[in-house]
């Protein structure tokens, strides 16, 4: 059955794939010789910490493609995540594409969205197009681009489009899924950890914003959650960090977010009894620049978010809040040392929950995130 958390909907994709085989079993699929292909054009309009974890992926298609260009097309949002990676030769930024935090399904699958994806797709000319976001309109792009090989899931809606489909299971990690990809070309390497590569400006940039804050050493709080079945309560944070202030006075508190997080912060402030304890990095710092700080904090806590999945691959002490719903042996932060939080009071229905907060995030006691944030700070 098909790889969506809805099972109506599992099951109406099921349907709408047999039906596609059934008109479309005439498609020819030919197979991809790597070595022969001169360009090689990557999808990915995603999120910031589905953009990292596909990191390894295309590391490897940079192995498995030696004479191709690749070409990465994102938008504006995740660039800056691939920036500077040397396995990339040329990143497009499609920024006429509805904003994926913020947009619904239905946005992306008019006509004229996949029409634009579909010109891109003409413009660069590839051999070969991976959908590596995993999505049916990049799978109708490619389609009408007439592209000769067109690689994607096979789990996924549309797979009948496709020359070649990648299959896995629904609890494996994330970056696992991206990297099924892989085994479509008999790739045999190893599934390495995601990394950032960041430039020596960023680096400064963090420099300079650690000294003049006289932050040194501190710890990362992400209020943040991009939607409100994965937040954690902000008096909760905003407790957690009191107990911190009173009893490690060494440590300052650094919160990382977008702009969009200046409410949270806002109401998170309000409730810290010794504010000048706290420095505002939100919307301060760009994302190469987040993830050189977050591998210099003495540990990080948030929920599941981009920059938990960035401080846990850096072995940065990570804690995190999760909601079951999300799936936590696919989403959960990877890396030596993480802990996650989470419990199940009660069925969430994640984007559709009304609960505010979710109950499954209040569950998660500030006493029971102490006892690891002490256990952490023993250490440092």
């Known amino acids: 059955m098909k790889d969506y958390r809805n099972y109506s909907l599992r099951v109406l994709a099921t349907i709408i794939d047999g039906l ?6 005439w498609l020819p699929r030919p197979k991809v010789r790597p070595h022969e292909i001169k360009k090689l054009l990557i999808l990915k309009f995603d999120r910031l910490g589905d953009t990292f974890l596909s990191e390894p992926t295309i ?3 940079r192995q498995i493609f030696p004479q191709a260009q690749v070409v990465v097309a994102c938008s504006p949002w995740n660039q800056e995540v691939l920036s500077n990676h040397p396995a990339i030769d040329q990143i497009v930024s499609l920024s006429s594409l509805p904003d994926i935090h913020h947009s619904h399904l239905k946005d992306f699958l008019r006509l004229a969205q996949i029409k634009r994806v579909a010109n891109l ?6 051999e070969v197009v991976i959908d590596l976001q995993g999505h049916p309109f990049n799978v109708l792009a490619m389609f009408k681009a007439k592209v000769k090989y067109r690689v994607g899931y096979g789990t996924k809606v549309g797979s009948f489009l496709l020359t070649a489909g990648a299959h896995y299971r629904r609890n494996w990690p994330q970056s696992k899924i991206y990297f099924s990809l892989t085994t479509l070309f008999h790739y045999s390497g190893p599934l390495t950890t995601p990394k950032i590569y ?3 400006k960023d680096i400064k940039k963090v420099t300079d914003f650690i000294q003049a804050n006289h932050c ?3 710890i990362v709080f992400h209020l943040g959650a991009g939607r409100s079945y994965r937040q954690w309560p902000i008096q909760y944070f905003a407790d957690l960090a009191n107990r911190l202030i009173a009893n490690y006075p060494q440590f300052k508190i650094v919160i990382v977010g977008s702009q969009e997080d200046q409410a949270l912060y806002d ?3 309000s409730l810290v009894n010794k504010p000048d304890r706290v420095v505002n990095a939100s919307g301060e710092i760009n994302i190469a620049a987040l993830y050189y700080l977050l591998g210099q904090a003495q540990l990080f806590i948030g929920n599941e978010s981009g920059p938990g ?3 846990a691959a850096q072995g940065t002490p990570t804690i995190s809040f999760m909601n079951p719903w999300s799936g936590v042996e696919r989403w959960q932060a990877r890396g030596p040392k993480v802990t996650l939080f989470y419990h199940a009071v009660h069925h969430c229905r994640g984007v559709r929950c009304h609960y505010h907060p979710c109950p499954n995030m209040a569950a998660i006691s500030v006493d029971e995130v102490w006892v690891a944030v002490q256990q952490y700070l023993a250490l440092c």
Do not use: C, D, R, T
């Open 198 to 200: 960041v430039g020596e």
């Open 267 to 269: 109401s998170f402030i």
């Open 216 to 218: 040194l050493p501190f």
């Open 121 to 126: 797709i003409k413009e660069q000319q590839p």
């Open 20 to 25: 596609g085989w059934l008109f479309f079993f």
């Open 309 to 311: 999945h960035l401080a």
């Open 59 to 61: 590391a490897a298609l």
